[in-house]
């Protein structure tokens, strides 16, 4: 390591050569002589380090200022210092997020993702065991035990509700993400409309069937608009949101009838439509305590104007205007505190992250509750992880330790987008294997923009291909919507793909408030 300069709320140079862009949590720029400048800061200190390569960078822990460094971090998060290991579990845009931010976090040493893909793979944001079986605890544990790793994040709901958590916990392991028990929020919607009805969280009215007759009784007793979904998991597209009794009767019959989605809708939820605009709110639980996270909003609808089906996300953004904070306060304390309560009462803590998809009614304007996902939103994850600037690797830890209470997170200004691609087709049937182009020259549009890599491979001859339904996350910051919008379509107009498609209106609802203000 050539040197380490800092200085404290002044402008940082080296050699009295300027940074050559606003220093971020943690960012690198080549510099002529062939040396890498790492550029950091935390909290009001500003850091700038000489050394190799981006690889080398790890070498800081050695250096005296390490202290200071994850001191000042510790000041800023109230979280502990400890540098660890850490094993993402999953392989979609979800953990490629999730991978980035850990990488960056000061107090990680490595970060393994199991099975990853290949977007993550390429591009450094950790290293990808695709040959781990994430379905056996055993496998996972053994894993852990051989590389040190000192916290397991699980990234996907079907592990959770599988029980991979209550198995490392068991054994020894802190990792993020529920217990199989407290994980049956998002895996059976019966589960969670008793938590509300018995805690007194709003929600949309509501019943349960198993035989199909009786549902269609109780959908004409209603009326349409009326909402038909799958009580397990159906990898978000188990909710068919009926605008006529046709379409409902339709719904139903598939589910129960035809098993469209197999054990997942066995069983079915009937709910009320509610009329409003949806949010999406995330909350890191430890049991005990809970901190919200900045807002997000996400695009279900697969077609611009939300029209068409309803996908696992066709975009999102961070912040969302109809979350105020007036409105945050409320949701923490009518919804999120008392699932956290009740589900301590019941005997399931809850540790991990809940994901509250809301409605703001239109003619209350007060939230309800519409469904619990038990892990990070994809792709709202995205705008997050790249607006979050606290040391991630800590703050989960300290969730997973139980330790939550007395800790801040910090977050970039402005604002982020992300603008998913997704296979033609989708989410109907789709072809997989049509070769994607020039995704680094998208990276280099601006500074902020990251593409997240959630169904993508190698071919022989070293071309990305798709192999999912939602392929890629374009994402980008900007100092307000409007330029984060056009930095995420200025790269998405960058790439080749012939084979894909995207909405061209994320943001709208947003950008729109803006307008009529």
Known sequence: MACISYNIGAPTSFL???????PQSFATTQLSFGKISSLFQVGSLKFES?????????RFESSRLCNTVLSALSADNGVSEERITVLVIGGGGREHALCHALKRSLSCDSVFCAPGNAGISNSGDATCISDLDISDSAAVFSFCRNWGVGLVVVGPEAPLVAGLANDLVKAGIPTFGPSAEAAALEGSKKFMKNLCDKYGIPTAKYQTF??????????TEQGAPIVVKAD??????????????????????????KSDFGSAGYRIVVEEFLEGEEASFFALVDGENAIPLESAQDHKRVG??????NTGGMGAYSPAPVLTKELQSLVMESIIYPTVKGMSEEGCKF???????????????????????????????????????SDLAQVLLAASKGELEGVSLNWSPGSAMVVVMASNGYPGSYQKGTVIQKLEEAEHVAPSVKVFHAGTDVDDDGNFIATGGRVLGVTAKGKDLEEARDRAYQAVDEINWPGGFYRRDIGWRALQVKQLS
């Open 16 to 22: 009295g050569r300027p940074f050559l862009r606003s």
């Open 50 to 58: 000489l050394i190799g390569g981006p690889r080398d960078f790890r």
């Open 210 to 219: 198993t035989d199909a007759t009786a549902a269609k009784l109780y959908i």
């Open 232 to 257: 397990g998991l159906a990898a978000g597209k188990g909710v068919i949101v009926a605008m006529t009794l046709e379409e409902a009767y339709e719904a139903v019959d598939s589910m129960l009838v």
């Open 304 to 309: 611009d104007g939300d029209t068409g089906p």
């Open 351 to 389: 540790v991990g992250v809940l994901y509250a998809g809301l409605m703001i009614e239109k003619k209350s304007g007060l939230p309800k509750l519409i469904e619990y996902n038990v892990r990070f939103g994809d792709p709202e994850c995205q705008v997050l992880m790249v607006r979050l600037e």
